[in-house]
Nanobody, 130 residues
Framework: QVQLVESGGGSVQAGGSLRLSCVAS????????MGWFRQAAGKEREGVAV?????????AYGDSVKDRFTISQDKAKNTVYLEMNSLKPEDTATYYC??????????????????????RGQGTQVTVSL
């Protein structure tokens, strides 16, 4: 059974930083798309960042977080991280970890993790205040 367990959410002031973690278990970690999407109250889900867990460390980001957020992984721990810097109030949302097979063998566009059939965790709340 696939399990994705997020941690690291919390409250922070604008301009601050947080680091989210997602530990995966129950499936073959390698050669998948893993990443984060978020959903704010009353808004659509938004792809935040994704990484291909096979070779090459290929990543993709949503436009609103580029140059502020960084996704990385520790393959030995089956863990993906999201380093969030220069946080803004509009980053406030529940952040979900997701895992899904790539397109074409290894392509992980940021929208891929929004697929309805993607495995996802329970979510962790991030609140950014002024």
């Amino acid at each position: 059974q696939v399990q994705l367990v997020e941690s690291g959410g919390g409250s922070v002031q604008a301009g601050g930083s947080l680091r989210l973690s997602c530990v995966a278990s129950g499936y073959t970690y390698s050669s998948n798309c893993m990443g984060w999407f978020r959903q704010a109250a009353g808004k659509e889900r938004e792809g935040v960042a994704v990484i291909y867990t096979g070779g090459g460390e290929r990543t993709a980001y949503g436009d609103s977080v580029k140059d502020r957020f960084t996704i990385s992984q520790d393959k030995a721990k089956n863990t993906v991280y999201l380093e969030m810097n220069s946080l803004k109030p509009e980053d406030t949302a529940t952040y979900y970890c997701a895992a899904v097979a790539p397109l074409g063998g290894s392509w992980c566009p940021v929208g891929r993790i929004l697929a309805d059939f993607a495995n996802r965790g329970q979510g962790t709340q991030v609140t950014v205040s002024l």
